[in-house]
């Protein structure tokens, strides 16, 4: 089984080397040093994809929530990323995020506010954002949360 480590250096392998995109890493359950150090393990030239801005690794609680707690989502992290997209001369953001925060944190009510924003947000847009659940944190929601969360998403695939 794939774990979420091995999601970001496969697919970053192909959107930073052959699709040309710009990759921002969110993870909750794999610290950011350790995600980065697999992925230079990993990923021959890695350091120059971080230092040209196209990998971008940040705690999803930095990402998804303010200094004060506050629930901001990704969507102005991911515009700010597509103005780079841009000036870097990419062809597109790819987001894969960890969303067991959302379960740890007791914030279902944000994580369903995501899901939904992120699907109106960004549907012409050129980004993909990979929603990553383990199993175990997805069981915890009702069939009503599960059902709005796979509405909002154009593919689910389990691992």
């Not at 890493?25 to 801005?53: A, H, M, Q």
């Not at 009510?109 to 990979?130: G, Q, W, Y």
Request: charged share 25%; aromatic share 8%.
């Amino acid at each position: 089984m794939l774990d979420f480590r091995q999601i970001c250096v496969e697919y970053s392998k192909i959107a930073l080397q052959s699709i040309n995109e710009i990759v921002l890493l969110l993870p909750y359950y794999e610290s950011v040093v350790d995600v980065w150090e697999n992925l230079k393990n990993n990923i021959i030239g890695i350091e120059k994809y971080k230092k040209e801005g196209s990998l971008i690794l940040v705690e999803s609680t930095k990402g998804y929530f303010s200094l004060k707690n506050d629930f901001v989502g990704i969507i102005i992290m991911t515009k700010m990323l597509l103005e780079r997209k841009n000036k870097l001369g990419k062809s597109g953001v790819t987001t894969i995020s960890d969303m067991g925060l959302f379960f740890h944190n007791k914030r279902i009510s944000d994580l369903i506010k995501h899901e939904i924003a992120v699907l109106s947000s960004i549907r012409n847009m050129r980004t993909r954002i990979f929603c990553n659940y383990r199993i175990s944190d997805f069981e915890l929601l009702s069939a009503e949360q599960k059902q709005q969360i796979l509405n909002s998403h154009t593919k689910t695939i389990q691992i």
